[in-house]
């Protein structure tokens, strides 16, 4: 049973469109986090989340975690080919083995020049 | 300061043969976690050690999989008897206390083992 679902599983868009992808659950989850992996290469941290509602900001990122704690979104604006990569969403829970990440499948974007 | 190192970055093993992961942390962090990425799937968690200790090998298989974390050195995932399932990238990662989820205590990813046996 996939825990954390994300979609869409693949985006293919012009450089300068926005975008939104998601990640979701029917747990509840203590804290969200996204990490952007790029081929042959391990994931990069970009944010974490912990309180429902939260909205985080990192310059053309905008991160956004449920009230229920159960999803969360990321929006990227005016997508640069840069931003090309595979977003993963892992999420943490409460309780004694909150040490364990739950990892979705991820959304592999790529921005076309 | 340095970031997770791992090596090696490729391993290619004949089924039959032993593969062996190495993992050294970040400065000052003494907890680590072992994820496998298997082709199409998200990362799935296998162990968890402290110095010395293994806190949580819940997701690794019961044979031919071990892991350990020595006073000195870095951590080691060893697979013995390698069979072409076992193929997979293969990440550690590490944090300062065990709570990777958390803010300003989150884990640090390596950049991955590809482990391919034929």
């Known amino acids: 049973t996939q825990l954390l679902e994300q979609s869409p599983q693949f985006l293919s868009i012009q450089e300068g469109e926005n975008l939104t992808v998601y990640c979701n659950s029917s747990s509840v989850f203590s804290s969200l986090q996204w990490y952007r992996q790029e081929p042959g290469e391990g994931p990069v941290l970009l944010v974490t989340v912990v309180t429902g509602g939260e909205v985080k900001k990192l310059k053309r990122l905008t991160f956004q975690f449920g009230d229920a704690r159960k999803d969360s979104s990321l929006h990227i604006t005016a997508a640069q080919t840069g931003d090309t990569g595979l977003y993963l969403c892992?999420?943490?829970?409460?309780?004694?083995?909150?040490?364990?990440?739950?990892f979705g499948k991820g959304t592999l974007l790529t921005v076309n020049p | 300061n340095a970031g997770v190192m791992q090596n090696p970055r490729h391993l290619v093993r004949r089924r039959g043969q032993e593969a062996r992961l190495r993992c050294s942390p970040m400065?000052?962090?003494?907890?680590v976690y072992w994820y496998r990425q298997l082709p199409e799937e998200g990362l799935k968690f296998m162990v968890y050690l402290q110095k010395e200790n293994i806190i949580d090998e819940s997701g690794m298989p019961k044979e031919r999989f071990s892991a350990e974390f020595p006073k000195e050195g870095p951590s080691i995932l060893r697979i013995q008897q390698v069979v072409r399932g076992d193929s997979a990238a293969y990440f550690c990662?590490?944090?300062?206390?065990?709570?990777?989820?958390?803010?300003?205590?989150?884990?640090?990813f390596g950049q991955g083992t590809r482990l391919t046996v034929v």
């Open positions: 990662a590490s944090s300062p206390i065990g709570q990777p989820g958390q803010e300003n205590t989150e884990a640090f």
């Open positions: 400065k000052g962090h003494s907890h």
């Open positions: 892992a999420g943490a829970r409460s309780g004694g083995s909150n040490y364990k990440l739950t």
